[in-house]
């Protein structure tokens, strides 16, 4: 008992306040000025995608979309666009609020409400910018007289090209499945050739590594151009006389083997030697 009461009479007697002091700190920052700024930001572009969207209106009208089916869509992107609306209307709600918890000296409430105000308008400026670049390509469809929209998006000239373009899709699919085959299994013979052991070896690594420095340095653009005009040039047997596509196939399955051989040597070098062991035992 001597001892306890000892060491409760040594113990310092502020570790253990019977009341302790709370203090929030400063008052938060005022962002009135931001959430003012978001609302008058969302007003002016709300008005400057309706007066695009009836820009927008009037050149379809031109090319030859049916009203039936651009009045629906005019209507709901008009009504779409006042979402930006929303949360800058929270940022000054919030922002108000906020000040009010100033005033009363509500602080932590205070700061809760000024990070919401902050973040709604931050959400309102990111969206603003999307609405920018929004509006922004559809001034550039609609410019120079409508340049651009008559020539790759005039209706009928669509309908009319359609067949063309779906048939030169299944020429790129049919391009893509082959080549895709033929590049996983180049980049496997030319990764097993760079992992060659031995001295007797160095030749077809050099070579191995000459073609992928070569090859995945040279854009594929000049490699289809190599290939699909040198290889007919050339009159090299059973390389001379090929199709378009075939010469496209042979460019591809170059470019990108050696993206994919790289990709192979790095998976099998990454192999730990005691798994190859336990494999060769």
Partial sequence: MTMAHEINKERPSGL?????????????????????????????????????????????????????????AAVILALAVLAI??????????????????????????????????????YTFGFAALLVAVIGFAQFLVANDLAVSRTFLLIPLMWHSFPLVF????????????????????????????LMPGETARPIRAMATLYTDIFRGMPAIITMYLVGFGLPLSGVP??????AETYAIIALTLTFGAYVAEVYKAGIESI????????GS
């Fill in 16 to 72: 253990f306040p019977e009341r302790r002091a709370f203090s929030s700190g400063a008052a938060p920052r005022d962002v009135t000025g931001w959430a003012t700024t978001a609302v008058i930001t969302a007003l002016v572009l709300v008005f400057a995608f309706w007066a695009t969207l009836r820009r927008l209106y009037g050149v379809s009208l031109t090319l030859g979309v049916s009203e039936y089916v651009l009045m629906p």
């Fill in 238 to 243: 059973l390389l001379g006389n090929l199709s």
């Fill in 85 to 122: 609306l929303i949360p800058a209307a929270r940022s000054v709600s919030r922002a108000r609020a906020a000040r009010q918890c100033v005033s009363s000296g509500k602080l932590v409430n205070a700061r809760i409400l000024t990070s919401a105000a902050s973040d709604c308008a931050y």
């Fill in 272 to 279: 730990h030697w005691s798994q190859a062991a336990a494999v």
């Fill in 167 to 194: 048939k030169a899709f299944w020429l790129n699919v049919y391009i893509f499945v082959v080549a895709e085959i033929l590049v996983l299994v180049w980049g496997l013979i030319v990764a097993i050739a760079r």
